[in-house]
């Protein structure tokens, strides 16, 4: 588990294909390494990876066909950018949300404009995850804890502080951007709580999902 505070920006410095997925290795210098072993937990642009080598100020970290296909990671290329932070421990100041560093699919930056000394971003996020969204709830990007501002269908806008662009990669984004997003991890359990007993029915059937009908007859609705 993370949470979603940058503690620094590294880059990627090689990308390995290796039996069809991916090496990554992380140049970490700005990161405190020295508490970190073979086998922790380190967050990359918001997804959760195991270090599986370390040599001085780098790590490395295998990525899966899976991990490629539902983040950015495979976008990137030699030099570019990258959140760090590892993983949280209990004396770890929760200042941002529980992220679990599972990400849940790629937004899209739609358009950015100063605002005084922040920055508004408005982002799409895919449509399976617009419900999940909601006015000043929480989000993470790219690994970023952050609040939203306001929503409209799969829209949603940020403002992001002075602080936040200089210690993160947002600084860099533009109309276009591809971004790691994760919802809040409540509400995804909770949409499942909600189910109660019809969680365990097939996907395929239309009770497999929370629907109006199904609050009204749990008493969510009056």
Same mark, same amino acid.
């Given at each position: 588990m993370?949470?979603? &505070?940058?503690? #620094?920006?590294?880059?990627? #410095? +090689?990308?390995?294909?290796?039996?069809?997925?991916?090496r990554l290795?992380?140049?970490?210098?700005?990161?405190?390494? !020295? +508490?970190?072993?073979?086998?922790?937990?380190?967050?990359?642009?918001?997804?959760?990876?195991? #270090?599986?080598?370390?040599?001085g !100020?780098?790590?490395?970290?295998?990525?899966?066909?899976?991990?490629?296909? /539902?983040?950015?990671?495979?976008? /990137?290329?030699?030099?570019?950018s990258?959140?760090?932070?590892?993983?949280?421990?209990?004396?770890?100041r /929760?200042?941002?949300? *529980?992220?679990?560093?599972?990400v849940?699919? *790629?937004?899209?930056?739609?358009s950015?404009?100063?605002?005084?000394?922040?920055?508004?971003?408005?982002?799409?996020?895919?449509?399976?995850?617009?419900?999940? &969204?909601?006015?000043?709830?929480s989000?993470?990007?790219?690994?970023?804890?952050?609040?939203?501002?306001?929503?409209?269908?799969?829209?949603?806008?940020?403002?992001?502080?002075?602080?936040?662009?200089?210690?993160? &990669?947002?600084?860099?984004?533009?109309?276009? !951007?591809?971004?790691?997003?994760?919802?809040?991890?409540?509400?995804?359990?909770l949409?499942? =709580?909600? =189910?109660? +007993?019809?969680?365990a029915? !097939?996907?395929?059937?239309?009770?497999?999902?929370?629907?109006?009908? =199904? =609050?009204?007859?749990?008493?969510?609705l009056?």
């Amino acid at each position: 588990m993370f949470t979603g &505070i940058i503690q #620094a920006v590294g880059s990627i #410095a +090689d990308m390995r294909q290796q039996g069809g997925d991916m090496r990554l290795i992380i140049e970490a210098e700005k990161l405190d390494m !020295s +508490d970190v072993a073979l086998g922790d937990s380190i967050a990359v642009n918001g997804v959760c990876l195991t #270090a599986v080598e370390l040599v001085g !100020s780098r790590f490395a970290a295998d990525v899966s066909t899976e991990t490629l296909s /539902l983040t950015s990671l495979g976008q /990137l290329s030699n030099g570019h950018s990258v959140n760090l932070e590892k993983a949280l421990t209990l004396s770890t100041r /929760l200042g941002g949300h *529980l992220v679990s560093g599972h990400v849940d699919g *790629l937004g899209e930056v739609i358009s950015r404009h100063d605002d005084a000394r922040s920055v508004r971003f408005t982002l799409r996020a895919p449509d399976q995850l617009a419900k999940y &969204i909601s006015a000043k709830g929480s989000v993470c990007i790219d690994g970023t804890s952050l609040t939203v501002n306001k929503v409209d269908g799969a829209l949603f806008e940020l403002n992001i502080v002075p602080h936040t662009l200089q210690e993160t &990669i947002m600084g860099q984004y533009q109309g276009g !951007s591809k971004v790691n997003l994760e919802v809040d991890v409540i509400a995804r359990y909770l949409e499942r =709580l909600l =189910l109660g +007993d019809k969680a365990a029915e !097939s996907a395929q059937s239309p009770a497999g999902d929370v629907t109006m009908a =199904l =609050l009204a007859e749990n008493g969510f609705l009056k």
